[in-house]
């Protein structure tokens, strides 16, 4: 499902130069189906592991391998298809500020171009599902941070994407939506789709024991 | 409410408002306005070239003095036989008389020269040549060519045409510039969304496509409004060179067809310029 071999990342410098590497030698084999923590402090590497999930970067050495595609060798048409299956959720959101909450929703049925039919009811069980039914025609910025977090979460599951991968998706909610968002998650993941979420929260994994890969300084220093 | 979601749906990436149409319709339309002007330059020198070649082919005359039967069946023969005549006819003497009328008043008895009029198979040929050839055969017959100065003016209305021509290619090179650079202005209105859709599985494709569109349609209604604009004086001027064409002035004179496909090819140059300019920003991305 997910495997990072001898991992390296190096971002590029200004003049395109490769930069220090601020992931090295990271090797991991996540399961289908499965729920991983990746914990950390800041700059420890956390999204930059979840780049390379998303299959927004390429490893500067080593292979990642998402969804049986090898990243270091896919070519560039290979790509979208590939981001098609897996769902993001983003810290900072990320949501089209001139699209209403439905709009936002469908974009990724839109874009895979599946029948307006099949968007209008997939959408709404969707909205339901998170509890926005009724605040379908409101633009993010007039939704709450945790409707938006939620909103978040919808745009990444509409597709029922096989690896959904979360970076700090709590970070800006409070503790009653955090609880929330971690519940949309797990539910998710019970349905059978593979979950993977970045955070430096202690308290989080507590609430759904499961796999945490620990990084610092780019490396893996725990695996349990 | 549902229309305007679909609205919405067909443009995810807000460019109704990123792109700056104002701007790009008129920067277009006023482009637009020199390429109607150049084209109907072009065919207007198109037309009196056509007209003009016309004129120096039949602006060869050969004056046969005492112009017997058989003096004038000699001429014509030598000159037929001439590769570089296609064709020699002698002017009907009745005719002749009635174009001299004017100056020579009703004098019958005064001894008019026959008179041939030659169309040239070339118009480079040497006219000095195909008098000489004449002479020899019915000693004192003179040749006179008017087409050089004709063919010289042919020679302009290329010129014209050519640099018409040049003046289109400048106009739609400069308008793929402009489209490009508002392209690259609203990749940065709308880079956030941009890279939203390409994290979401986007192909440059797709996302090229959304932009060709909108550049495509606003280059496409500012050409139209530009060639609109044109009419007027387009108009003008075919009332001013309608004579020079012999023809009487009419909206008739204009390239319709021509002028009908500016908005069309407008949106073309915006649309290929627009993909061009997305798929080489989207190419930055993994």
């Given at each position: 499902?997910?495997r990072?071999?001898?991992?390296?990342l190096?971002?590029?410098?200004?003049?395109?130069?490769?930069?220090?590497?601020?992931?090295?030698?990271?090797?991991?084999?996540?399961?289908?189906?499965?729920f991983?923590?990746?914990?950390?402090p800041?700059?420890?590497?956390?999204t930059?592991v979840?780049?390379?999930?998303?299959a927004?970067?390429?490893?500067?050495?080593g292979e990642?391998e998402?969804l049986g595609?090898?990243?270091s060798?896919a070519?560039?048409r290979?790509l979208?298809?590939?981001?098609?299956?897996i769902?993001?959720v983003?810290?900072?959101?990320r949501?089209?500020?001139?699209?209403?909450?439905?709009d936002?929703?469908?974009l990724?049925?839109?874009l895979?171009?599946?029948?307006e039919s099949t968007i209008?009811?997939d959408?709404a069980d969707?909205?339901?599902?998170i509890?926005?039914?009724?605040?379908?025609?409101?633009r993010p910025?007039?939704?709450?941070?945790?409707e938006?977090q939620r909103l978040?979460?919808?745009?990444a599951?509409?597709?029922?994407p096989?690896l959904?991968?979360?970076d700090?998706?709590?970070?800006?909610?409070?503790?009653r939506?955090?609880?929330r968002?971690?519940?949309?998650l797990s539910?998710?993941?019970r349905q059978?789709?593979?979950?993977?979420?970045?955070t430096?929260?202690d308290?989080?994994?507590?609430r759904h024991?499961?796999?945490?890969?620990?990084l610092e300084?780019?490396r893996?220093?725990?695996?349990? | 409410?549902?229309?305007?979601?679909?609205?919405?749906?067909?443009?995810?990436?807000?460019?109704?408002r990123?792109?700056?149409d104002r701007l790009l319709?008129?920067?277009?339309?006023a482009m637009?306005?020199?390429?109607a002007?150049?084209?109907?330059?072009?065919?207007?020198?198109?037309?009196l070239?056509?007209?003009?070649?016309?004129?120096?082919?039949?602006?060869v005359?050969?004056?046969?003095?005492?112009?017997?039967?058989d003096?004038?069946?000699?001429a014509?023969?030598?000159?037929?036989a001439?590769?570089e005549?296609a064709d020699a006819?002698?002017?009907?003497p009745a005719?002749m008389?009635?174009?001299?009328?004017?100056?020579?008043?009703?004098?019958?008895?005064?001894?008019l020269?026959?008179?041939?009029?030659l169309?040239l198979a070339?118009?480079?040929a040497?006219?000095?040549?195909i008098?000489?050839r004449?002479?020899?055969?019915?000693?004192?017959?003179v040749?006179?060519?008017?087409?050089v100065?004709?063919?010289h003016l042919?020679?302009?209305?290329r010129?014209?045409?050519?640099l018409?021509?040049?003046?289109?290619?400048?106009?739609?090179?400069v308008?793929?510039?402009v489209?490009?650079?508002?392209?690259?202005?609203?990749l940065?209105?709308?880079r956030?969304a941009?890279?939203?859709?390409?994290?979401?599985?986007?192909?440059?494709?797709d996302?090229?496509?959304?932009?060709?569109r909108?550049?495509?349609?606003?280059a496409?209604?500012?050409?139209?409004?530009?060639t609109?604009?044109?009419l007027?004086a387009?108009?003008?001027?075919?009332?001013?060179?309608?004579?020079?064409?012999?023809?009487?002035?009419?909206?008739?004179?204009?390239?319709?067809?021509?002028l009908?496909?500016?908005?069309?090819?407008?949106?073309?140059?915006?649309w290929?310029?627009?993909?061009?300019t997305?798929?080489?920003w989207?190419?930055?991305?993994?």
């Open positions: 499902m997910v990072f071999s001898r991992v390296a190096a971002y590029p410098d200004q003049r395109g130069r490769p930069g220090p590497d601020v992931l090295r030698d990271l090797s991991f084999t996540l399961g289908e189906g499965s991983t923590w990746i914990l950390g800041s700059g420890a590497g956390k930059s979840l780049r390379l999930m998303q927004a970067l390429r490893p500067s050495q990642v998402l595609i090898p990243l060798r070519r560039r290979d979208p298809p590939l981001r098609r299956r769902g993001t983003h810290q900072e959101f949501l089209l500020s001139h699209l209403s909450a439905w936002n929703v469908a990724p049925l839109r895979a171009a599946i029948a209008r009811a959408v969707l909205l339901d599902w509890g926005l039914t009724g605040k379908e025609e409101r910025e007039e939704l709450s941070g945790g938006q978040v979460i919808a745009r599951v509409v597709t029922r096989a959904l991968v979360a700090e998706p709590t970070s800006e909610l409070d503790a939506q955090a609880r968002t971690l519940a949309l539910e998710m993941n059978g789709t593979t979950v993977v979420v970045a430096h929260s308290d989080l994994p507590g024991p499961a796999r945490m890969l620990t300084g780019g893996l220093v725990a695996d349990g | 409410m549902a229309e305007a979601k679909r609205r919405l749906a067909r443009d995810p990436l807000g460019l109704r990123a792109m700056a319709i008129g920067l277009v339309a637009a306005l020199l390429a002007l150049a084209l109907a330059g072009r065919s207007g020198a198109d037309r070239a056509e007209r003009w070649r016309a004129g120096a082919q039949a602006a005359t050969v004056q046969v003095p005492q112009p017997t039967p003096r004038m069946t000699r014509i023969a030598a000159l037929r001439l590769p005549v006819e002698p002017v009907d005719r008389a009635e174009l001299l009328r004017p100056w020579l008043g009703g004098a019958e008895g005064l001894p020269p026959g008179v041939i009029e169309r070339d118009l480079t040497d006219t000095a040549l008098g000489d004449v002479a020899a055969e019915v000693p004192g017959a040749t006179e060519a008017h087409g100065w004709v063919a042919s020679a302009l209305s010129a014209v045409q050519g018409a021509l040049a003046v289109l290619g400048l106009v739609a090179a308008a793929a510039a489209v490009g650079v508002a392209v690259r202005a609203g940065s209105a709308r956030d941009v890279l939203v859709l390409h994290g979401l599985g986007a192909t440059d494709a996302v090229a496509a959304r932009f060709a909108r550049a495509a349609w606003l496409g209604a500012g050409a139209m409004g530009g609109a604009l044109a007027p387009l108009a003008g001027l075919v009332a001013l060179a309608g004579p020079l064409a012999g023809e009487a002035a009419s909206w008739q004179g204009l390239p319709w067809l021509d009908a496909l500016l908005p069309v090819m407008a949106a073309a140059v915006a290929v310029s627009t993909q061009a997305v798929r080489r989207l190419r930055r991305l993994p």
